[in-house]
């Protein structure tokens, strides 16, 4: 019985998601590398028209990636060091919190302070386990962090190398198309990453401007820690205003001060979906809400915490594709976002246009 070609398409989806996930320590570097040499290609094509030799110029845009690296964990290094001084109070508030808990459940639970501390510490690893566990850590993100480095200046020297590859195991009818492919899929990448970093800057300023003129205590950090939460869609910024809120009423915040904190991220939510994403971010790229969750969820699942950053500009990337080919083209009407009407379209153009 011959099988319909969606059936087919979604057992080869399912295959690809499991070879995925057993084969993550391989994949999942690779595949980080890969999109980070397409965000340095502009680059790299440009210093090479300089007839600068092509390794070279491999060399310095990994260079630049690492400055770009090192720049961002310094910066958070330094306010995250201003914040320990605040780590004393904040733990003094939850030991009273936990007092009060453990009280409730004592009166109206009768579970005695024994018996709850008995269930909190049953099956915690001992100090030793956390110091293992860390190094183990601490030794895969260093390993994973070298492989990434070295995919980037390989992808990006043997680049052209690669691209005749598939040309050669494509047949010449459809050469053309594979080409406007490889380059829409880049390009898309490129377009991803690059908006999201001046998503991100915007963010930072907006953020830093609002707390600041609160006068949210440690205002800068939190501000950088809602801008880069938004590489995570949707729950990022949550998360970040969630702890911005914490942090500030462990300090005795009061109620203005909080309502304020949420009307600075109800405003730069505003700003971002209405502004910024349509003109910084393009529209080619947008995922629809359904799908960016679903894709979330499944980075997450296959790949963890990784997963999580890459789902985003791989399934972008998977749509483009998908806008190339007839049998797959539902995929990406599917995935993409929906279209607005004809006078939402006026007003971001008419934004387009004043900035």
């Known amino acids: 019985m011959k099988l319909p070609l969606f059936i087919k398409q979604g057992l080869a989806f399912l295959f690809v998601l499991f070879l995925s996930y057993f084969t993550k320590g391989f994949l999942m570097p690779l595949a980080i590398g890969g999109i980070l040499a397409t965000l340095f290609l502009p680059l790299c094509k440009w210093l090479e028209r300089k007839n600068i030799y092509k390794g070279l110029a491999a060399l310095i845009c990994l260079l630049v990636l690492v400055i770009l690296i090192v720049s961002a964990i310094g910066i958070l290094s330094w306010e995250i060091a201003e914040l320990t001084t605040d780590f004393a109070l904040i733990k003094q508030k939850a030991i009273k919190s ?18 709850q501390a008995q269930i909190v510490l049953y099956d915690q690893p001992s100090i030793g386990g956390i110091m293992q566990l860390v190094g183990g850590s601490f030794t895969y993100i260093l390993t994973n962090f070298v492989l990434v480095l070295a995919y980037v200046f390989l992808l990006l020297y043997y680049r052209i190398h690669l691209r005749q590859f ?37 963010l930072w300023m907006m953020y830093g401007i609002g707390f600041g003129m609160l006068g ?27 702890l911005t809120l914490f942090v500030s009423a462990a300090h005795g915040a009061s109620l203005t001060l909080l309502g304020g904190i949420v009307v600075t991220y109800a405003i730069v939510q505003f700003i971002q979906g209405w502004i910024l994403e349509p003109v910084i971010v393009g529209r080619q790229v947008k995922i629809n809400p359904l799908f960016t969750i679903i894709a979330l969820v499944l980075g997450e699942l296959v790949w963890g915490i990784p997963g999580v950053f890459l789902a985003i500009p791989m399934l972008a990337m998977f749509k483009t594709t998908c806008d190339h080919f007839e049998t797959l083209k539902p995929y990406g009407f599917l995935i993409g976002e929906v279209q607005n009407n004809q006078t939402e379209l006026s007003i971001i153009e008419k934004v387009k246009k004043l900035l």
């Open 166 to 202: 598939v040309f050669k195991l494509t047949i010449k009818l459809n050469q053309e198309k594979m080409m406007t492919v490889i380059y829409g899929a880049a390009h898309v990448s490129q377009q991803y990453l690059i908006g999201l970093a001046k998503m991100i800057v915007f």
């Open 98 to 115: 936990t007092a009060k808990v453990q009280d409730y459940i004592l009166n109206h639970f009768g579970i005695s302070l024994e018996k």
């Open 216 to 242: 949210v205590k440690n205002a800068i950090f939190f501000a950088i820690l809602c801008g880069l939460l938004e590489i995570i869609p949707f729950i990022g910024n949550i998360t970040g205003t969630a």
